[in-house]
């Protein structure tokens, strides 16, 4: 075969598709850098690095979760080798791959009857449509973060790929393995998988219901771990929890969380109607393991405060759930307009509640109507079909053009407050998405062609040359910062050691001076697993509400809009600074807008290697708060 020939059967295969859906996927996943949870498990390596330095902070003093994972030792070995930057970016890389394979295999063999296009589709769908799941906006799948997470919902979907091929053992053992990284997250699969198995044979109804059982015996027998199913978290504990991580408590998700939740689940239920054999019994077994999750955090977490139940929050079974729900829009959009006016109707609905999953109940109102006529769609007759369909179909243009006025407005909101391209904010604006499943759905619903070879290839090659050109998504300042320790910063505060508060901030003291965290936002997302550290977290939050050195978004991340800390008063900070266990420094950032602290507080001046722009707050104004140098302040310490 010559060079030609098989550069032709190349491209006539499934790699041109396969690259183009990965380009996709890692523009939708740009990377931010040391951020959302991976900062934590960032400062977990380094405090093994440095036991001494970060490893003193009281995240890691009183640990209550990062001793059960693989993860973090082998994160802490990256960075020794290739720093905080290289270390960082490289297992994040890595867990993106690894996601996108086992996402890829997943779905070939989950539509293993749909035509080639179809399955391709359905990828693109679930590495670009919305990932998130649950409640408040905290957590999504195959997330751009240095967390062990992504590795094990990779393995998870390996396992799933498994099962639907029909090694049952093998599927289970994936998802075993995944939770040598992740526990909680490693249930998720298996969960979905065990209970798939169930529905094929009761007598894995029965091994598991034994299980359950045997666990029971061992909390009652107070075994080691498992005494925690009848232990009951005390009211000072569960207070500081449901301030610090209210998604671990169903009673306190908006109506928004049920509304996404709705769409998922309905979503999934509709395409269980259109698959046979293994693939419905796994979508059938996610949707049951995902609302039996739910249930069980509810009941027994949120309602009877039983401790492993709120630590093992059963919820995060919702993962399967929403990726299958995405991978099931494909077969919805190809096969539910050729049922007439009932599929257009029901796939308007379900459209709608896609859209507007985030706006109150809306999505609790639509979908379970488009899973309704899904499901008795068959046996509907209407008299005028053309105009149901017309309506049906017009409603969803309708709704999709208002969506896109929305999306563009907002982003260029966003993106005119820092002046610069960002191609997280581009992704999470939902505007790419909606763009991509419009078109794949109207391809899908009219059966159209695929495009010629040479389009194919032209289009895979410039998503993945613009995947390769925007997927360090680091802003400047981060980039600083995820290089590691700042000689100038460390030898300003080299007089005095201990602990810093930076206010303002969150990595910063671990990353650029090596040095533990006298209190910051970012250490209340562990507070389920330790009591010490919710309550030292507590007391020491209070206290800097009292000194007037943070606003109330500080007690409360993730309800309470954030705001900039308020200028340091002298009086306030002298008292504050006069606890025997109060940080050596104190690190304000000196915003451009705002006047300096007062001099009497014998400030020293910083300047950090790229301005510090912050996004997140206030997001009414029209400039993001923008701050050139900081204020390093003299407190306590040696």
């Not at 060079?3 to 859906?21: E, Q």
């Not at 040095?515 to 562990?526: E, H, L």
């Not at 104190?586 to 009497?600: K, V, Y």
Request: with cysteine.
């Amino acid at each position: 075969m010559s060079l030609a020939d098989r550069v032709s059967s190349w491209a006539k295969g499934a790699w041109p598709g396969l690259l183009a859906a990965f380009g996709l996927f890692l523009l939708s996943r740009a990377y931010p850098g040391v951020y959302h949870d991976g900062r934590l498990y960032v400062a977990a390596a380094l405090a093994k690095l440095d036991p001494s330095g970060v490893g003193k902070d009281l995240m890691f003093v009183h640990d209550g979760q990062f001793g059960f994972s693989l993860y973090t030792p082998m994160l802490a070995q990256l960075i020794r080798l290739l720093g905080i930057s290289g270390g960082t970016m490289a297992i994040v890389a890595l867990t993106l791959v690894l996601w996108f394979a086992a996402a890829a295999l997943m779905v070939e063999r989950f539509l293993a009857d749909r035509p080639a296009g179809l399955r391709w589709a359905a990828l693109v769908f679930v590495a670009t449509l919305p990932s998130l799941y649950g409640p408040l906006n905290v957590i999504g799948f195959a997330e751009p973060y240095a967390t062990p997470r992504g590795l094990v919902e990779a393995a998870g979907l390996a396992g799933m790929a498994a099962y639907l091929s029909g090694r049952r053992f093998l599927g289970l053992g994936a998802c075993a393995l995944g939770m040598l990284f992740h526990p909680i997250m490693g249930l998720c699969s298996a969960a979905a998988i065990a209970l798939a198995l169930c529905l094929e044979d009761r007598r894995w109804l029965w091994a598991g219901l034994a299980g359950v059982g045997a666990i029971t015996l061992a909390g009652l027998a107070h075994l080691p771990v498992a005494d925690r199913i009848v232990t009951v978290m005390d009211p000072a504990w569960r207070a500081v929890v449901e301030t610090r991580s209210p998604i671990l408590f169903t009673s306190l998700w908006p109506i928004e969380a049920w509304s996404r939740l709705a769409v998922q689940a309905c979503t999934l239920a509709a395409g269980a109607f259109l698959l046979e054999g293994r693939a419905r019994r796994l979508a059938l077994g996610a949707l049951v393991a995902g609302l039996l999750g739910v249930a069980v955090v509810a009941v027994l977490g949120d309602r009877l405060s039983l401790l492993l139940f709120l630590q093992v929050q059963s919820w995060r079974t919702l993962q399967p759930l929403a990726v299958l729900a995405l991978a099931c829009l494909a077969p919805l959009c190809a096969e539910l307009p050729r049922r007439g006016p009932s599929g257009l109707i029901a796939l308007a609905l379900l459209g709608l509640g896609w859209m507007f999953r985030d706006l109150g109940a809306a999505g609790l109102l639509t979908a379970p109507v488009g899973l309704l006529f899904v499901a008795v769609g068959g046996a509907m007759r209407f008299s005028h079909p053309k105009l149901f369909s017309g309506l049906a179909a017009g409603l969803l243009a309708v709704a999709a053009g208002l969506c896109v006025q929305l999306y563009v407005a907002g982003l260029v909101h966003k993106l005119g407050r820092i002046d610069a391209y960002s191609q997280t904010i581009v992704w999470f604006s939902d505007l790419p998405g909606l763009l991509i499943a419009s078109v794949l759905g109207v391809w899908l619903a009219r059966a159209w062609s695929p495009p010629p070879i040479a389009i194919r290839l032209a289009g895979a090659a410039v998503v993945v040359l613009l995947a390769a050109a925007l997927w360090d998504d680091r802003s400047a300042f981060v980039r600083f910062r995820d290089r590691g320790p700042d000689p100038a910063l460390v030898a300003l505060t080299a007089a005095r050691s201990g602990p810093v508060l930076w206010l303002g901030g969150d990595v910063e003291p671990w990353v650029l001076m090596g040095r533990s965290s006298w209190s910051a936002k970012v250490q209340g997302a562990g507070v389920v697993f330790s009591r010490p550290l919710a309550l030292e977290i507590r007391d020491r939050a209070r206290r800097l509400t009292e000194a007037g050195l943070v606003g109330q978004d500080f007690e409360r991340p993730l309800t309470v809009p954030a705001r900039r800390p308020p200028s340091p008063e002298r009086k306030r900070v002298e008292a504050f600074c006069a606890a025997s266990d109060a940080p050596a420094w104190i690190i304000w950032p000196r915003w451009s807008d705002a006047p300096p602290p007062e001099s009497a507080l014998a400030a020293h001046d910083w300047t950090p290697g790229a301005p510090f722009v912050n996004d997140l707050l206030e997001l009414d104004a029209k400039r993001a708060p923008r701050a050139d140098r900081y204020a390093v302040i003299p407190c306590a310490g040696e």
